[in-house]
């Protein structure tokens, strides 16, 4: 009951100016979450897997390490993942974040001022080995500045060529509204939030209001978080473990597939640390569900 379809025909998303494909990859467990770091050949691997199964678009951050010294570890992966692939690169797009502060002893902060920004994507620049970030996000809000400081911030990156589109991470519908101010309809490229099954409360009004604005909303831990989350989905949902047998895919699968019908603005970026798992992610854009397995799901967020 699945397609069949080759990723080349794979209905593409856009984020402003940038086409991605339907879903996206976290690279943040291959640095941090559970356990150790990724091994760079399972790294490498991992992330050529999401390449070749079609998937376009990776999202990073600068915190994304496994300790506090060495921030930028995760930016390098993707940079390395994109140096020995074989595939054509042209049309990979890279989204990072900056604005979290990690310090000595795993001491954790915000800090959304002009300067840290900058001095943050100009490190992310050199992590990733490029002149400008196809999408940057500011990670998270600073409460000691003015929202719309952050966001003039980010503007002028992008005026500088530093950025090509702007992007917010963990903001409410006030927040986006700022953006949209400072920006004007259509400055705003994408709102990452975290959505999922499990975690909905905060975020449908933002995947609604991104809809309505022409924004991209990327789902972050689309799955339930790498703290087994995830992997047990099927089992805290029934109904999300019956409409996977039936389609006789994995219940991952099934959510992903839910998300991608909520909106042509959806793009979740399930996050993955072995080949397999991203593989299988990435067969979510090829899965039809039928109307009443749609409603059936989104009776879950009702």
Same mark, same amino acid.
């Given at each position: 009951?699945?397609?069949?379809?080759?990723?080349?025909?794979?209905?593409?998303?856009?984020?402003?100016?940038?086409?991605?494909?339907?879903?996206?990859?976290?690279?943040?467990?291959?640095?941090?979450?559970?356990?150790?770091?990724?091994?760079?050949?399972?790294?490498?691997?991992?992330?050529?897997?999401?390449?070749?199964?079609?998937?376009?678009?990776?999202?990073?951050?600068?915190?994304?390490?496994?300790?506090?010294?060495?921030?930028?570890?995760?930016?390098?992966?993707?940079? =390395?993942? *994109?140096?020995?692939?074989?595939?054509?690169?042209?049309?990979? %797009?890279?989204?990072?974040?900056? /604005?979290? !502060?990690? +310090?000595?002893?795993?001491?954790?902060?915000?800090?959304?001022?002009?300067?840290?920004?900058?001095?943050?994507?100009?490190?992310?620049?050199?992590?990733?080995?490029?002149?400008?970030?196809?999408?940057?996000?500011?990670?998270?809000?600073?409460?000691?500045?003015?929202?719309?400081?952050?966001?003039?911030?980010?503007?002028?990156?992008?005026?500088?060529?530093?950025?090509?589109?702007?992007?917010?991470?963990?903001?409410?519908?006030?927040?986006?509204?700022?953006?949209?101010?400072?920006?004007?309809?259509?400055?705003?490229?994408?709102?990452?939030?975290?959505?999922?099954?499990?975690?909905?409360?905060?975020?449908? =009004?933002? *995947?609604?209001?991104?809809?309505?604005?022409?924004?991209?909303? %990327?789902?972050?831990?689309?799955? /339930?978080? !790498?703290? +087994?989350?995830?992997?047990?989905?099927?089992?805290?949902?029934?109904?999300?473990?019956?409409?996977?047998?039936?389609?006789?895919?994995?219940?991952?699968?099934?959510?992903?597939?839910?998300?991608?019908?909520?909106?042509?603005?959806?793009?979740?970026?399930?996050?993955?640390?072995?080949?397999?798992?991203?593989?299988?992610?990435?067969?979510?854009?090829?899965?039809?569900?039928?109307?009443?397995?749609?409603?059936?799901?989104?009776?879950?967020?009702?």
């Amino acid at each position: 009951m699945t397609t069949t379809t080759a990723p080349e025909n794979f209905a593409t998303r856009r984020i402003g100016s940038l086409t991605v494909s339907p879903i996206g990859m976290g690279v943040m467990p291959l640095s941090q979450g559970r356990g150790d770091a990724a091994p760079q050949e399972q790294a490498r691997a991992t992330v050529h897997a999401a390449l070749d199964a079609g998937i376009t678009f990776l999202d990073t951050a600068d915190i994304y390490a496994p300790s506090w010294d060495t921030m930028g570890h995760n930016e390098k992966i993707v940079a =390395d993942a *994109l140096d020995t692939w074989d595939g054509d690169r042209s049309g990979i %797009v890279v989204a990072t974040k900056g /604005g979290i !502060t990690r +310090g000595e002893g795993e001491t954790w902060g915000r800090d959304g001022s002009a300067a840290y920004l900058r001095s943050a994507l100009e490190k992310s620049l050199k992590n990733l080995g490029t002149d400008a970030v196809d999408l940057y996000y500011w990670h998270r809000p600073d409460r000691s500045i003015r929202y719309a400081e952050g966001i003039e911030t980010l503007a002028s990156f992008k005026q500088e060529g530093l950025i090509k589109e702007i992007g917010i991470s963990n903001a409410n519908v006030e927040e986006i509204d700022v953006a949209i101010d400072v920006l004007g309809e259509g400055g705003l490229a994408a709102v990452q939030n975290q959505f999922s099954p499990t975690f909905f409360q905060t975020s449908r =009004d933002e *995947l609604k209001h991104c809809g309505e604005h022409g924004i991209a909303f %990327v789902p972050w831990s689309p799955l /339930g978080g !790498t703290g +087994g989350g995830a992997s047990g989905v099927g089992e805290r949902f029934p109904q999300i473990a019956r409409i996977a047998k039936a389609h006789d895919v994995s219940p991952q699968q099934v959510v992903l597939a839910w998300q991608l019908g909520l909106g042509d603005h959806v793009i979740p970026i399930p996050g993955a640390s072995r080949p397999e798992s991203i593989a299988d992610s990435a067969r979510a854009m090829t899965l039809e569900l039928t109307g009443e397995e749609f409603q059936e799901l989104c009776a879950i967020i009702a």
